[in-house]
């Protein structure tokens, strides 16, 4: 029986995937190089890497094609026909898909990041690129992973108190934003590194929203943190888009200001961590006062530890 978690497996198989991209492959060609027939083949590369071997190989493609667009001077046609698409519409299709841009305006951009998701952090990597290790993740997946992981933490910690502890004043508070914010209870702490996401997520998707706040019943530590997993899920996904298209610098119109005022996605991301980061400390503080047995201190270098998501297994230098 082999051993799913090899390192060497998902090496080998990711090999065998990374060597056909020049050539027309499809999963039985795949299989018959790695000794296997089609069904095993497709079943155990699946459970190794995590990913189909034709879905895999199609990513791999498109982030090759990402890159000669960005990076050389090959006409679009024919990086399309490189990438083993039959017609420019075709590949402008799926490059369209994945990227969420057309490929001519993915070439005017300056520098952009041609990974696409995926789970076992297997890429295409650029020429003079480690071939090993975790090339892949960057500042703003530290920042926003850390502040996303560590709130949960804190959150967690925090659905065992009762109304009242959450409720009680705290000996010492710091008004970060005393004429938009108040920070004197636990709860209202936590309520505002949510808020803050949330109003922030609205103007970016351009999207209504209550000023007001959630009713008192989405205020308990556990709807709070549902909360946090839905707006999480959409902001890391439009900042993932801006750091993708190397778009930080650019502005957009907050329209639920009053007035409507103007602001860089960079700007917006650095005071969403910055002051979340903040009340985050002060969350951790509270529940020690409230002798709540709590671990770390809110480094981003024990998320580093604990979960370390682009130390995946592998990552493939391919031409």
């Known amino acids: 029986m082999p051993d799913l978690k090899s390192p060497d497996m998902a090496d080998r198989f990711a090999t065998i995937v990374a060597n056909s991209l020049d050539t027309p492959a499809k999963t039985q060609d795949l299989a018959h190089r790695a000794y296997q027939s089609r069904t095993k083949f497709h079943r155990l590369?699946?459970?190794?890497?995590?990913?189909?071997?034709?879905?895999?190989?199609?990513?791999?493609?498109?982030?090759?094609?990402?890159?000669?667009?960005?990076?050389?001077?090959?006409?679009?046609?024919?990086?399309?026909?490189?990438?083993?698409?039959?017609?420019?519409?075709?590949?402008?299709?799926?490059?369209?898909?994945?990227?969420?841009?057309?490929?001519?305006?993915?070439?005017?951009?300056?520098?952009?990041?041609?990974?696409?998701?995926?789970?076992?952090?297997?890429?295409?990597?650029a020429p003079g690129s480690p071939t090993k290790g975790g090339g892949d993740m960057d500042l703003f997946d530290r920042f926003a992973g850390n502040d996303s992981w560590h709130t949960r933490r804190l959150l967690e910690y925090a659905s065992a108190l009762t109304d009242e502890l959450l409720d009680r004043p705290m000996p010492t508070v710091v008004e970060l934003l005393p004429?938009?914010?108040?920070?004197?209870?636990?709860?209202?702490?936590?309520?505002?590194?949510?808020?803050?996401?949330?109003?922030?997520?609205?103007?970016?998707?351009?999207?209504?929203?209550?000023?007001?706040?959630?009713?008192?019943?989405?205020?308990?530590?556990?709807?709070?943190?549902?909360?946090?997993?839905?707006?999480?899920?959409?902001?890391?996904?439009?900042?993932?888009?801006?750091?993708?298209r190397s778009a930080w610098d650019d502005t957009f119109v907050d329209a639920l200001c009053e007035p409507a005022e103007t602001f860089t996605?960079?700007?917006?991301?650095?005071?969403?961590?910055?002051?979340?980061?903040?009340?985050?400390?002060?969350?951790?503080?509270?529940?020690?006062?409230?002798?709540?047995?709590?671990?770390?201190?809110?480094?981003?270098?024990e998320y580093e530890e604990s979960v370390a998501p682009w130390n995946q297994p592998v990552a493939l230098k391919m031409s």
């Open 45 to 125: 590369f699946r459970d190794v890497i995590e990913e189909t071997p034709a879905a895999m190989r199609r990513r791999l493609l498109l982030e090759r094609a990402a890159y000669h667009l960005a990076h050389t001077g090959s006409s679009v046609t024919d990086v399309a026909l490189d990438a083993g698409f039959g017609s420019l519409e075709a590949f402008s299709r799926a490059f369209r898909k994945s990227f969420r841009i057309s490929p001519s305006r993915y070439r005017r951009m300056r520098d952009p990041h041609f990974h696409l998701p995926a789970s076992n952090k297997i890429h295409f990597l």
């Open 179 to 244: 004429w938009r914010e108040s920070n004197k209870t636990l709860r209202q702490l936590f309520e505002n590194i949510i808020f803050t996401k949330e109003v922030w997520t609205a103007a970016l998707s351009g999207t209504p929203m209550d000023m007001n706040g959630p009713a008192p019943s989405q205020r308990s530590p556990q709807a709070m943190m549902q909360r946090l997993e839905k707006t999480d899920a959409e902001l890391h996904r439009i900042f993932a888009d801006i750091r993708n």
């Open 265 to 301: 996605f960079g700007g917006v991301f650095a005071h969403i961590m910055t002051f979340n980061a903040h009340r985050r400390l002060m969350a951790l503080d509270a529940l020690r006062q409230l002798g709540v047995e709590t671990q770390g201190f809110g480094d981003p270098m």
